[in-house]
T-cell receptor, first 114, second 114 residues
Framework: DAGITQSPRHKVTETGTPVTLRCHQTENHRYMYWYRQDPGHGLRLIHYSYGVKDTDKGEVSDGYSVSRSKTEDFLLTLESATSSQTSVYFC?????????????FGQGTRLTVV | AQSVTQLGSHVSVSEGALVLLRCNYSSSVPPYLFWYVQYPNQGLQLLLKYTTGATLVKGINGFEAEFKKSETSFHLTKPSAHMSDAAEYFCAVSDPRGDYKLSFGAGTTVTVRA
């Protein structure tokens, strides 16, 4: 398995509080992504990174921010959690070298906002 | 922009029967195509991918998929279903010119009947 660790694996938080999810990789891959998974929607891209301090928005970025200060770590922050952000969050990494175009996924973080 | 449509949110097959999961995509350029599988409470695992070359690609666990440009399809098949194939399956597409971001279909849940 690709070396991807997400923390925490489960979290319950209250509406209006900030929350940070962490993704740590040991593969030295250039690209890192945050997706959310919701029934009927598959996975949708929140933000991604193409290098240290280089990030960009995905299709559902409102209410989220990210940071990548080191190759191995990619943080996702919910600035003020809302119930609509209750979801399962997946981090993914990709090498992007040659035809190594596939993404490898972490085990996910189940976030509940009450 | 790219999009993926998976036909059928639920598929039920008998053990030993053919598994056929349908995926159609929309892309302005020849895309990279992927099938992922997700078992309960786990992350996504790559089944197979198409990047270039042979249009029939073989993956893990006896699955294969065929890229048909004229039909903009990438259907997944397995000749004989096993109980262990019960899972959710996702088709995904990425733009080769981009940062390997994936656009996912909504997913198809496969149930295998004994």
């Amino acid at each position: 398995d690709a070396g991807i660790t997400q923390s925490p694996r489960h979290k319950v938080t209250e509406t209006g509080t900030p929350v940070t999810l962490r993704c740590h990789q040991t593969e030295n891959h250039r690209y890192m992504y945050w997706y959310r998974q919701d029934p009927g929607h598959g996975l949708r891209l929140i933000h991604y990174s193409y290098g240290v301090k280089d990030t960009d928005k995905g299709e559902v970025s409102d209410g989220y921010s990210v940071s990548r200060s080191k190759t191995e770590d990619f943080l996702l922050t919910l600035e003020s959690a809302t119930s609509s952000q209750t979801s399962v969050y997946f981090c993914a990494i990709s090498d992007g070298q040659g035809l190594n175009t596939e993404a490898f996924f972490g085990q996910g973080t189940r976030l509940t906002v009450v | 922009a790219q999009s993926v449509t998976q036909l059928g949110s639920h598929v039920s097959v008998s053990e030993g029967a053919l598994v056929l999961l349908r995926c159609n995509y929309s892309s302005s350029v020849p895309p990279y195509l992927f099938w992922y599988v997700q078992y309960p409470n786990q992350g996504l695992q790559l089944l197979l991918k198409y990047t270039t070359g042979a249009t029939l690609v073989k993956g893990i666990n006896g699955f294969e998929a065929e890229f048909k440009k004229s039909e903009t399809s990438f259907h997944l098949t397995k000749p004989s279903a096993h109980m262990s194939d019960a899972a959710e399956y996702f088709c995904a597409v990425s733009d080769p010119r981009g940062d390997y971001k994936l656009s996912f279909g909504a997913g198809t849940t496969v149930t295998v009947r004994a």
